[in-house]
Protein backbone atom coordinates (compact mmCIF):
# COMPACT_ATOMS: atom_id res chain seq x y z
CA UNK A 1 0.00 0.00 0.00
CA UNK A 2 1.34 3.84 -0.93
CA UNK A 3 -0.05 6.56 0.88
CA UNK A 4 0.73 9.95 -0.17
CA UNK A 5 0.59 13.17 2.68
CA UNK A 6 0.41 16.61 1.23
CA UNK A 7 0.99 19.43 3.52
CA UNK A 8 1.55 23.43 3.04
CA UNK A 9 -1.63 24.64 1.92
CA UNK A 10 -3.34 27.74 2.74
CA UNK A 11 -4.43 31.66 1.75
CA UNK A 12 -2.04 33.53 0.57
CA UNK A 13 -2.36 37.29 -0.91
CA UNK A 14 -2.01 37.54 -4.71
CA UNK A 15 1.76 37.44 -5.31
CA UNK A 16 2.66 35.88 -2.37
CA UNK A 17 4.49 32.32 -2.12
CA UNK A 18 3.55 29.13 -0.79
CA UNK A 19 5.51 25.63 -0.41
CA UNK A 20 3.49 22.35 -0.65
CA UNK A 21 5.26 19.13 0.21
CA UNK A 22 4.50 15.71 0.10
CA UNK A 23 5.62 12.38 2.00
CA UNK A 24 5.16 9.26 0.17
CA UNK A 25 5.31 6.06 2.45
CA UNK A 26 5.11 2.22 1.64
CA UNK A 27 5.96 -0.10 -0.98
CA UNK A 28 7.63 2.08 -3.53
CA UNK A 29 9.47 1.30 -6.70
CA UNK A 30 12.31 3.27 -7.48
CA UNK A 31 11.87 4.35 -10.87
CA UNK A 32 8.59 7.04 -10.40
CA UNK A 33 7.68 10.07 -11.35
CA UNK A 34 6.62 12.11 -8.68
CA UNK A 35 4.21 15.02 -9.45
CA UNK A 36 1.60 17.99 -8.42
CA UNK A 37 -1.86 17.97 -10.55
CA UNK A 38 -4.63 20.51 -8.90
CA UNK A 39 -8.59 21.01 -10.27
CA UNK A 40 -10.14 24.46 -9.52
CA UNK A 41 -14.48 24.40 -9.11
CA UNK A 42 -15.63 22.97 -12.07
CA UNK A 43 -12.40 22.29 -14.11
CA UNK A 44 -10.79 19.49 -14.83
CA UNK A 45 -7.80 17.94 -12.57
CA UNK A 46 -4.89 19.23 -14.76
CA UNK A 47 -1.00 18.86 -14.30
CA UNK A 48 0.88 21.16 -12.64
CA UNK A 49 4.59 19.63 -12.28
CA UNK A 50 5.97 16.53 -12.27
CA UNK A 51 9.70 15.23 -11.94
CA UNK A 52 11.10 11.97 -12.55
CA UNK A 53 13.34 9.45 -10.36
CA UNK A 54 16.43 10.99 -12.55
CA UNK A 55 15.29 14.78 -12.28
CA UNK A 56 13.52 15.28 -15.68
CA UNK A 57 10.58 17.73 -15.12
CA UNK A 58 7.62 18.85 -16.65
CA UNK A 59 5.44 21.96 -15.99
CA UNK A 60 1.81 22.76 -17.43
CA UNK A 61 1.79 25.93 -18.97
CA UNK A 62 0.32 28.53 -16.64
CA UNK A 63 2.90 27.54 -14.07
CA UNK A 64 6.00 27.89 -16.03
CA UNK A 65 8.47 30.30 -14.48
CA UNK A 66 6.50 30.52 -11.30
CA UNK A 67 6.58 27.25 -9.59
CA UNK A 68 9.48 24.53 -9.04
CA UNK A 69 9.47 21.07 -8.21
CA UNK A 70 11.89 19.19 -6.46
CA UNK A 71 12.46 15.66 -4.89
CA UNK A 72 14.35 14.22 -1.78
CA UNK A 73 13.98 10.53 -3.49
CA UNK A 74 16.04 9.21 -0.40
CA UNK A 75 13.12 10.55 2.17
CA UNK A 76 10.50 10.08 -0.65
CA UNK A 77 9.52 13.30 -0.52
CA UNK A 78 8.09 15.43 -3.34
CA UNK A 79 7.78 19.96 -3.00
CA UNK A 80 6.55 22.75 -4.83
CA UNK A 81 7.67 25.82 -4.60
CA UNK A 82 4.98 28.42 -5.57
CA UNK A 83 5.44 32.11 -6.40
CA UNK A 84 3.80 34.96 -7.61
CA UNK A 85 0.67 33.45 -7.16
CA UNK A 86 -2.58 34.22 -9.02
CA UNK A 87 -5.40 34.10 -7.55
CA UNK A 88 -5.87 31.99 -10.72
CA UNK A 89 -3.62 29.25 -9.22
CA UNK A 90 -6.67 28.55 -6.22
CA UNK A 91 -7.63 24.86 -6.44
CA UNK A 92 -7.29 21.90 -4.37
CA UNK A 93 -3.42 20.46 -4.95
CA UNK A 94 -3.05 16.47 -5.30
CA UNK A 95 0.38 14.81 -4.82
CA UNK A 96 0.54 11.76 -6.85
CA UNK A 97 3.24 9.32 -7.74
CA UNK A 98 2.95 7.03 -10.47
CA UNK A 99 5.60 4.31 -12.45
CA UNK A 100 5.92 4.46 -15.90
CA UNK A 101 6.67 0.46 -16.35
CA UNK A 102 3.22 -0.08 -14.73
CA UNK A 103 0.58 1.55 -17.02
CA UNK A 104 -2.05 2.47 -15.14
CA UNK A 105 -0.41 1.98 -11.75
CA UNK A 106 -0.91 5.80 -9.85
CA UNK A 107 -1.43 7.03 -6.30
CA UNK A 108 -2.87 9.75 -5.31
CA UNK A 109 -2.76 11.82 -2.06
CA UNK A 110 -6.36 13.62 -0.47
CA UNK A 111 -5.03 17.19 -1.74
CA UNK A 112 -4.65 20.16 0.32
CA UNK A 113 -6.41 23.74 -0.48
CA UNK A 114 -4.64 26.71 -1.99
CA UNK A 115 -6.44 29.78 -2.08
CA UNK A 116 -5.00 33.15 -3.97
CA UNK A 117 -7.12 35.78 -2.57
CA UNK A 118 -6.73 39.34 -1.36
Known amino acids: QVRLAESGGGLVQPGGSLRLSCVVS????????MGWYRQAPGKERELVAT???????EYGGSVKGRFAISRDSAENTVSLQMNSLKPEDTAVYYC????????????WGQGTQVTVSS
Open 26 to 33: GSIFNMNV
Open 51 to 57: ITSGGNT
Open 96 to 107: NIKYPAIPGRQY
